[in-house]
Structures are given as C-alpha cells and as structure tokens.
C-alpha cells in the first residue's frame, strides 16, 4: 500500500509481511503497485528460498525487499542515484537484511557489462519512457541462471527480441507487467 502524499510502500508478504519501506521524494521514483506485486509473486510462487535475485532499477527497493521477505537468499538492488542508495541501505539496515543483500550504486548497464551469474529472479523495472528495458533485456542472458525468471515493467507493450518467451503477463492501467523465460543461447 503506498500512503498517499508519502513516499512509502508496505512489504505485502513474508518474513516482513506488512513493514513499510520509506524512500525519498524523486520524480523517477514510482514503485511497483502493491495488487501488481501480489500478482508477481503469485506468478513466482511466494516462496524464493534459496533463489538469488537482481534488482536491476532497485528506486524503493520494493521488488527486491520483497523477494528477501520470501526467503530469498541473496538479492543484489542496483540503483544509480546516491540519494536513493543511501535509502535503500537505510531500509536494509532496520529491516536487518544483513549479508543476503548486496547494494550496488551504479548503472544497470554497466553493471551487466561483466555481472555476476546466476540469478534465478531478475526485476527489470526501469524509468518508463527511458527505452531500458529492451537495452537490458539485450544484456541479461548472461547473468541468468538455467530456468531463470525476469520481471519487465513498463508503460508500453514492447518487443522483447529473439530468445525471449513471455510466460505470463498483465496491465494495470498504465502498467504493463510480464514474465520472461530466456530460450536463446547466452
């Protein structure tokens, strides 16, 4: 639930089922909406124990805090601005997310330049109208782990690119949100 006039969302399920995350005041700054949310990870299954995750536009950190809550066993959030790092590392700090959470400032791309590998879950949730999304996509083979998911949200339907096969998807006004599979070769 994001209160409104506040910039704030509540964790929906798991470990930190109902603790609010704070972020600062950023006009890029739009988290996932909490039924989008739910509906994401029902698509997952609700429990990612032992997943690794990647957060790729981490801004609230809603989507990798989140993962954490359900057992995650590590989730890596990049983010870009400094601001909203030191937010972020606030949030993990009272939530008490310890070694399972690696904070990254930087970008995305660069960080998939030469990532780490084998991420189960990957949260690809970038500025809308910014034209990430696809780049990433681009990108990402990689860092994924065999049979590994990614989240795209964006506020336009768009081609994903050969090797990329939607399993589910949705739109919530604006939102348009699905789930990916990669079919190519890395």
Request: zero cysteines.
């Amino acid at each position: 639930m994001r209160t409104q006039g506040s910039n704030a969302v509540r964790i929906i399920g798991g470990e930190w089922g109902s603790r609010v995350i704070r972020f600062p005041a950023a006009a890029s700054l739009r988290p996932t909406p909490d039924f989008v949310r739910e509906r994401l990870f029902n698509w997952l299954g609700q429990d990612l124990t032992g997943k690794r995750g990647l957060d790729l536009f981490a801004g609230s950190g809603a989507l990798g805090f989140e993962a954490l809550s359900r057992g995650a066993a590590e989730v890596v959030m990049v983010e870009s601005s400094r601001l909203v790092h030191r937010s972020l590392q606030a949030t993990a700090g009272e939530l008490g997310a310890g070694e399972r959470l690696r904070l990254v400032l930087g970008d995305a791309l660069h960080f998939l330049a030469s990532p780490p590998r084998g991420f189960d879950v990957v949260f690809v949730d970038p500025p809308y109208a910014s034209g990430l999304a696809v780049k990433v996509l681009d990108h990402l083979p990689g860092a994924l782990a065999p049979g590994a998911v990614v989240y795209v949200e964006s506020d336009a339907a768009f081609a994903a690119g050969p090797g990329w096969r939607v399993t589910r998807e949705g739109r919530a006004g604006a939102v348009h949100h699905r789930l990916m599979e990669w079919g190519g070769e890395a």
